[in-house]
Nanobody, 121 residues
Framework: QVQVVESGGGLVQTGGSLRLSCVAS????????MGWYRQAPGKQRELVAS???????NYARSVKGRFTISRDNAKNTTQLQMNSLKPEDTAVYYC???????????????WGKGTLVTVSS
């Protein structure tokens, strides 16, 4: 089993910055994919940013140029640096990890419980 825990959310003013962190622990042989999703009240969960094991990144159009995702493969962690925050960035942010427990295991999808980011206007 794999546990995923996010941290770093909070309240910030428009234009401010926050850094989210996520750590995956447990039975992990390799992590194929790490991503950050967010869900605002009344809206569907959406992909914010993702990074592969080869450090290939992908960003939602709404955050490109403001957010930066990174990962530490040795520590099974990922960070999301969020700059120039806007009220519309307010949401619960979830970390998603796709990991294998052994070399022959099927890759499984794991989620954290989320961390709230609130951007005040």
């Amino acid at each position: 089993q794999v546990q995923v825990v996010e941290s770093g959310g909070g309240l910030v003013q428009t234009g401010g910055s926050l850094r989210l962190s996520c750590v995956a622990s447990g039975s992990i042989f390799s992590i194929n994919f790490m991503g950050w999703y967010r869900q605002a009240p009344g809206k569907q969960r959406e992909l914010v940013a993702s990074i592969t094991s080869g450090n290939s990144t992908n960003y939602a159009r709404s955050v490109k140029g403001r957010f930066t995702i990174s990962r530490d493969n040795a520590k099974n962690t990922t960070q999301l640096q969020m700059n120039s925050l806007k009220p519309e960035d307010t949401a619960v942010y979830y970390c998603n990890v796709v990991a294998r427990a052994t070399p022959i295991s099927v890759a499984m999808n794991y989620w954290g419980k989320g961390t709230l980011v609130t951007v005040s206007s």
